[in-house]
């Protein structure tokens, strides 16, 4: 395989081997040439698969684009081998692309970062679930107050403060519940809709 800029190499990786880890470097991207690579992420104590990626599938190169650290390990599924592209080279290709095409590559990098962040802080406690539920509710609170007023927006208004006593009645039946799990969803995500 040829990529401008040279220095891509086979790397040969026996089952369970880490390619690379959280945190670490993007030095390089790379192509599954044979067997399978996982992509993991530790949430919580919990190691979370993000994907599994199969000959073909280009993978690390995120962290090349935007310049941070790796957010994710890399970890053989099976025997597998994969072609390292070292950063050097992908920047040289990227450096001949239209300026505009670069600023569209770092934007949907972002996005795709952003994305992932919000999927890792998905509800896992007690409290994250009882903190989506008020997150949700001030977003149609908001939503109801904008609209034209009406007798049904009322009634929806006083509705949701029902499941509001209702919530906090829970936070209080729960509050001496040990829950193994800490909580990713803080008290400000929920009182951001407040503010608006």
Do not use: C, W
């Amino acid at each position: 395989m040829f990529v401008e800029g040279g220095g891509t190499k086979k790397k040969f990786l026996q089952k369970g081997e880490t390619l690379f880890s959280d945190g670490d470097p993007g030095d390089a991207a790379f192509i599954v040439d044979s067997g399978r690579i996982g992509i993991y992420k530790l949430v919580e104590g919990e190691e979370v698969e993000l994907a599994t990626l199969n000959p073909g599938e280009l993978f690390g190169e995120m962290a090349i684009i935007d310049g941070s650290k790796r957010m994710a390990h890399a970890v053989a599924k099976e025997e597998s081998v994969v072609i390292e592209i070292p950063a050097a080279a992908l920047e040289a290709r990227i450096a001949k692309s239209d300026p505009f095409l670069k600023a569209i590559m770092k934007i949907l990098v972002n996005s795709l970062r952003s994305v992932h962040q919000a999927y890792m802080r998905r509800a896992r406690s007690l409290t994250d679930y009882m903190n989506a539920i008020q997150f949700h509710i001030q977003g149609f609170r908001l939503y109801l107050t904008r609209l034209d007023e009406s007798e049904i927006n009322q009634a929806g208004l006083a509705k949701l403060e029902q499941i509001d006593k209702l919530i906090e009645e829970l936070r209080h039946d729960f509050k001496s519940h040990p829950d193994k799990r800490s909580n990713v969803i803080s008290d400000a995500d929920i009182t951001r809709k407040k503010k608006e």
